[in-house]
């Protein structure tokens, strides 16, 4: 069988199966099964297929007919021009978790980071390799997630200058940071199953939801927020869609925080900015 035969074989399942964006996903896992850059598949779809590509292939299309991600099948996921390590264990970086980067870069170089729920490492990491001087602590409640986000930090060079260490939270966390980031689970509970499933099932739950409304989270982390933050610091946390207004009622109404916003790629008040 041809490349050319397999991948429309295959474009045929994935689109029987409701996979969006069929196409585009058999040839990327083509690509990787056949260790083709971009640029090499398709004078080569010609060409017939080796038997560990023809399995390797296969391998791939009915993992996502599965609807299992395709990040997840091949193992990486770009976010900020690097491939990261992503496994079943942690949440994928997403493109509008960059906005947390860009506002981050934004603003003046710290000394320290802290990254609360550091799932893949992906904020730490890459903040770290953009600040050759900061210096950065990550936490995680699992266990496994620290495990990809250590994988993360050796692979581009930043362990050295990154700690890991397992925490609910802020309760393992001591002194003050200059940046603080956190992208919590923030999917209210009753939303879980109107999720597409490679997000409810092969996601962690526990990096989706916090179960009730979505801003528990939020809330538990407003009470003990100043004792880690520098004078001059800053805390940004992701927001899910239309928490705007209830995550200033927290912070800034209740606690007397300055809260402001920045937007992402499609409108939404993604970040959000808390000063002293």
């Known amino acids: 069988m041809t490349r050319a035969q397999a991948l429309a074989a295959a474009i045929v399942r ?5 996979v969006p964006g069929a196409a ?28 560990s590509e023809a399995t390797a292939f296969e391998a791939f299309i009915a993992a ?9 099948i091949l193992g990486t996921r770009a976010f ?16 509008e978790t ?10 003046p170089a710290p000394h320290r980071i802290l990254d609360l729920g550091v799932g893949s490492g992906a904020l730490l990491v890459t903040l770290l390799a953009e600040w050759p001087q900061a210096r950065g602590l990550g936490v995680d409640i699992s266990a496994a997630a620290l495990a990809v986000a250590a994988r993360n930090a050796k692979k581009f060079g930043v362990a050295d200058r990154a700690e890991l260490r397992r925490s609910d939270w802020l309760t393992a966390v001591s002194g003050r940071f200059d940046l603080i980031l956190c992208n919590p689970p923030y999917i209210a509970e009753d939303a879980l199953p109107a999720l597409a499933p490679e997000l409810r099932n092969w996601e962690p739950r526990a990096a989706l939801s916090p179960g009730r409304d979505g801003l528990s989270v939020y809330r538990k982390l407003s009470v003990n927020l100043e004792l880690h933050m520098s004078k001059t610091g800053r805390a940004l946390f992701e927001l899910g869609q239309n928490q705007a207004t209830e995550f200033k009622e927290i ?5 007397g925080w300055r809260v402001s916003y920045v937007k992402d790629m499609d ?4 970040c959000a900015i808390v000063q002293r």
């Open 24 to 51: 585009r996903d058999a040839r990327l896992l083509l690509r990787a099964a056949a260790g083709l850059d971009p640029a090499q598949l398709t004078p080569r779809l010609d060409a017939s297929m080796g038997a």
């Open 64 to 72: 996502r007919c599965a609807r299992q991600p395709v990040s997840q």
């Open 98 to 107: 960059e906005t947390l980067i860009a506002v981050a870069l934004d603003g």
């Open 251 to 255: 912070y800034s109404k209740s606690m």
């Open 80 to 95: 900020w021009g690097r491939s990261f390590d992503v496994t079943p264990d942690v949440l994928d970086p997403r493109p």
């Open 14 to 18: 994935l689109e029987a199966a409701d």
């Open 267 to 270: 409108g939404v008040d993604r």
